[in-house]
């Protein structure tokens, strides 16, 4: 009888992990450009590649406008009641999961999610990148200056 519930639950809990995964997975995604073409009101969908252009409001909600990366002739005005990411600024890339709402032209967005800055990318004149040892080529720790080996 025990054996019967955990499987029951063990198969229970499998199945509400497929269900989330799969409703996650069929979320329509757009460009810009493509969600004021299609408008798709009233229906969960999310806007990738975009582009903050500029800070309308920064409170809450937090109001602010976005284009496609490529094309800044289109602009959507977003909408916001969630705090914004720490990287969150003009000239940033946003991606956001919410409802496209006709009556007032905007897409009211549940979550934001902002593109990793380039200070994680090597700078012009940086440090090399690294590069492996080859098979059998010996390598030396660095040492710190000013310390002698003996």
Known sequence: MKFAVIGAIFLGSIGVLLWISVAQGSIKRYSVTEMLEKRPSGEECRVDNSKILKIIKPGNPLKFTVSDVENESQILTVISKRLPPD????????????????????????????????????????AAPYTPPKPGEKTTPAQPEGVQTP
């Not at 897409?107 to 994680?120: I, Q, R």
């Open 87 to 126: 990287n969150f600024k003009e000239g940033g890339q946003v991606a956001m999961r919410g409802v496209f709402d006709n009556s007032t032209n905007a897409f009211h967005a549940v979550e934001l999610t902002t593109k990793c800055p380039t200070k994680y990318e090597a700078q012009p004149g940086g």
